[in-house]
T-cell receptor
Framework: DTEVTQTPKHLVMGMTNKKSLKCEQHMGHRAMYWYKQKAKKPPELMFVYSYEKLSINESVPSRFSPECPNSSLLNLHLHALQPEDSALYLC????????????FGEGSRLTVL | AQKVTQAQTEISVVEKEDVTLDCVYETRDTTYYLFWYKQPPSGELVFLIRRNSFDEQNEISGRYSWNFQKSTSSFNFTITASQVVDSAVYFC????????????FGTGTRLQVTL
């Protein structure tokens, strides 16, 4: 079982909806990540939080809004998405430092109608 | 700029065959880390191995083995006696120190193991 838990596993939303993806880890990791993965493509980095502060934003459109309320929790707020935003959204965490392995959740599969 | 190439898009083997997944990377840095991840149909990326650029020792873990050769910038992954449960997409990834935790993934190799 993965130690990074993502909810919901599946989400279908309209372009005018507001929804959120949630990620939780209880491994004491201080770096958390959001990745986006389209079908048959590798994951693409979206955001990195380090010690609950946003450290990397890979020029992601503002319709995606990350939030890290505490060291165990990471949210991705979604608003006014486009159909091309449909993808698997993966959360990951790392203990500390820059060179350790990432632990990934199973992802939230998002469909935008 | 760094780059990871996994030239094999899809590989299909019969159970018990050995299979090697290729990974070639490009970087000007002398200090870096290489990773392999497995992504089964469930979606989660499962960490398999991390290797730093100063450690060229090959590694074996059960049916898995990795061959790191700096001279050819390759970090190949071999599964011995493949099993149906090995069916997944496998990603090779490169991480440069000082790049604030950013992994560069290859495009992945889909492995299908059939009975």
């Amino acid at each position: 079982d993965t130690e990074v838990t993502q909810t919901p596993k599946h989400l279908v939303m309209g372009m005018t909806n507001k929804k959120s993806l949630k990620c939780e880890q209880h491994m004491g990791h201080r770096a958390m990540y959001w990745y986006k993965q389209k079908a048959k493509k590798p994951p693409e980095l979206m955001f990195v939080y380090s010690y609950e502060k946003l450290s990397i934003n890979e020029s992601v459109p503002s319709r995606f809004s990350p939030e890290c309320p505490n060291s165990s929790l990471l949210n991705l707020h979604l608003h006014a998405l486009q159909p091309e935003d449909s993808a698997l959204y993966l959360c990951a965490s790392r203990l500390r430092g820059n060179t350790g392995e990432l632990f990934f959740g199973e992802g939230s599969r998002l469909t935008v109608l | 700029a760094q780059k990871v190439t996994q030239a094999q898009t899809e590989i299909s083997v019969v159970e018990k065959e050995d299979v090697t997944l290729d990974c070639v990377y490009e970087t000007r840095d002398t200090t870096y880390y290489l990773f392999w991840y497995k992504q089964p149909p469930s979606g989660e990326l499962v960490f398999l191995i991390r290797r730093n650029s100063f450690d060229e020792q090959n590694e074996i873990s059960g049916r898995y083995s990795w061959n790191f050769q700096k001279s050819t910038s390759s970090f190949n992954f071999t599964i011995t006696a493949s099993q149906v449960v090995d069916s997944a997409v496998y990603f090779c990834a490169l991480h440069l120190t000082g790049t604030a935790s950013k992994l560069t993934f290859g495009t992945g190799t889909r492995l299908q193991v059939t009975l």
